[in-house]
């Protein structure tokens, strides 16, 4: 405070002083002059101690400026406030220079925003920043609008549709180059697809199109692939809706239709079912049944009730019972089930039982044994990844049509009581080639890039890795189902396949192909084709899929015995009839 009033008072007697001398006339001009420059420079010896950044050369030019104004005035003898106009100048002068600094500033500004914060060296890439994802974005109608059904041969089947694939770089891309990251983790098509695809446009990063699979991946880059989409055909039956009260959405889920989009799935899943043929969106998982389980399924209308079913899951609250045929004679009396579960394989949910596994325990009672098989009621009190299948693989009675389970890949007890023989690698792979030599692997759900990927993390799990999973993965979810976006076409599996003579179409419709069943659209109404003309498929000429005929698979591969019955909570229960294989007079058919 004392500074300051010194400051002032100094200033206020050197400026009058200055001012005083100025006006006893021209003849005394350069005596001002000197004593300008004395009062000026003892000022800024007081100040500049304080205001340091004040200092620089424009205050020597400003200085400098006053004396030439002053030396000028000497020519017209009446202008007698010379010093007072050198004033004004120099204070225009200063304010000019501040705003001429402030301007380049926001200009340098303004150029390093646009450059993601910094300037680009010649050849460098900009990638901008990542988006984040809004979590509460559901799927809507522009997603539901991708394409469309049709029905045949009691199938819903998806006319093909472009898609594009969509993924941030992963830690481990970093540093390598499109084409080494294409040959070791997308193998589902050639290299020479991706360099096709490449030369079309169909491979962009940071939305600008690829024009060489040499670029260098780094932090942050996005990449967009656009593929010409293929879906396996589901049952035909249509979902039949138990209960919609604003509140919760209770359905009857057929076998062989995923919950959500997932692998090779998008349009023949429930949500989007219900998406595109009710116009229901915006729906909150409560639980999940694998794709091949029929029966009830929960969904919540709102975030509240979304959340307070999922404490009553946590809580484990809410009763489900199941109904499944298993193979041979299930003991009539209650049977528990407490062995623990241990994750072997996330990508198709293979599970065993293991010490090292999460505990469960599951309660089982026979209905019914027509001589060959039995249907026995299931009351999960756990929710463990594929419970009540693993438990009854173990206690020797695995459920009929079971894909997993019941295979003969688990050695010659199939896994009762534990006995498997096998690592988990061998495990695997055992699974895969019995499904590979039957020509049923899509029945695992992996794509075949996928498989060799697997079998690498097996290895490396055998060396010490735990492969225990999160307790109870179809816990609920108090969000919005949202888009699933994977970076690579899962469209392809091993099956028997024939080639089509000539290839693909274009989009455009040239090279049509040979006339055959016409199947309808879907209306919401399920009917059976009827033989007109080949339907308006879209075909794509670097399409690999469009190039095979695949052979729609039987109800075998479709349907698995076991029904989510009945859900009940402190204040509800929603259930479903029993369906026609559990009941008694069920007759097995000849595959």
């Known amino acids: 405070m004392h500074v300051s009033v010194s400051v002032r008072g100094l200033r206020e007697r050197s400026l009058l002083s200055v001012f005083s001398s100025a006006q006893t006339g021209v003849n005394n001009n350069r005596r001002v002059i000197d004593q300008i420059q004395r009062h000026f420079i003892s000022f800024y010896n007081v100040i500049c101690p304080l205001n340091r950044h004040f200092y620089s050369p424009r205050c020597k030019r400003s200085s ?18 010379t ?64 394409t469309s059904y049709y029905f045949e041969g009691g199938l819903r089947k998806v006319y093909p549709y472009y898609f594009d694939f969509k993924t941030y770089c992963k830690g481990r891309w970093i540093g390598k180059s499109l084409l080494e990251v294409f040959k070791s983790e997308f193998r589902a098509e050639s290299i020479e697809y991706y360099q096709r ?76 079912i219900l998406g595109k043929e009710r116009g229901i969106s915006e729906l909150h998982t409560v639980h999940r049944l694998d794709r091949l389980t029929s029966g009830v399924l929960l969904f919540a209308r709102t975030l509240e009730t979304s959340k307070k079913l999922d404490q009553l899951v946590r809580d484990r609250r809410l009763e489900k019972e199941y109904v499944c045929r298993v193979e041979g004679e299930f003991p009539e009396e209650e049977l528990i089930c407490e062995e623990p579960i241990l994750v072997v394989s996330f990508k198709i949910g293979l599970c065993r039982v293991d010490p090292k596994g999460k505990d469960c325990r599951t309660v089982f009672q026979r209905l019914t044994f027509n001589g060959k098989t039995s249907v026995v009621r299931c009351l999960p009190v756990t929710g463990r990844t594929h419970q009540i299948r693993v438990h009854l693989q173990y206690l020797g009675f695995p459920i009929l049509n079971d894909p997993i389970y019941g295979s003969l890949a688990w050695g010659p007890h199939r896994g009762r009581g534990g006995l498997v023989g096998k690592s988990n690698e061998e495990l695997f792979q055992a699974l895969v080639e019995e499904h590979r030599s039957q020509e049923s692997l899509h029945l695992l759900d992996i794509p075949d890039d996928e498989i060799e990927q697997e079998a690498e993390k097996n290895k490396t799990s055998e060396k010490g890795q735990s492969l225990d999973g999160p307790s109870e993965p179809n816990r609920s979810a108090a969000s919005h189902q949202t888009d699933t976006q994977v970076p690579a076409c899962g469209s392809s599996s091993s099956e028997t396949v024939d080639k089509v003579s000539q290839g693909c179409t274009d989009p455009d419709g040239n090279n049509a192909s040979s006339p055959k069943t016409q199947p309808n659209k879907s209306n919401g109404n399920q ?16 399409c690999s899929e469009c190039k095979l005929v695949r052979p729609d698979p039987t109800e075998k591969e479709l349907i698995m015995y076991l029904h989510a019955l009945r859900y009940k909570g402190p204040d509800f229960e929603y259930s479903t009839s029993l369906p026609d294989w559990a009941k008694e007079d069920w007759v097995e058919a000849d595959w």
């Open 64 to 81: 400098s400026t006053m004396q030439q104004a002053a030396c000028d005035s000497s020519t017209p003898p009446a202008e007698v406030n």
């Open 197 to 272: 695809a490449t030369k079309e446009g169909r491979i962009r990063l940071n939305e600008t199109p690829v024009d060489d699979l040499s670029v260098v991946l780094r932090n942050n880059d996005h990449m967009k692939n656009t593929v010409h989409r293929h879906e396996p055909p589901v049952v035909g039956r249509p979902l039949e809706v138990l209960v919609d009260d604003g509140e919760v959405l209770v359905v009857n889920k057929p076998a062989s239709i995923p919950v959500h989009p997932c692998g090779r799935f998008r349009h023949n899943t429930v949500i989007f």
């Open 83 to 146: 010093p007072v106009s050198g004033e004004k100048t120099t204070t225009e002068e200063a304010a000019e220079s501040v705003k001429r600094k402030s301007d380049e500033t926001s200009g340098q500004s303004k150029r390093r925003r646009g450059a993601g914060g910094k300037k680009l060296r010649a050849g460098e890439r900009y990638i901008p920043p990542p988006q984040k994802r809004n979590p509460g974005v559901s799927f809507s109608k522009e997603h539901f609008d991708e």
């Open 527 to 542: 009917t059976e084709a009827t033989t007109l003309k080949s339907p308006p498929e879209t075909r794509d000429h670097l």
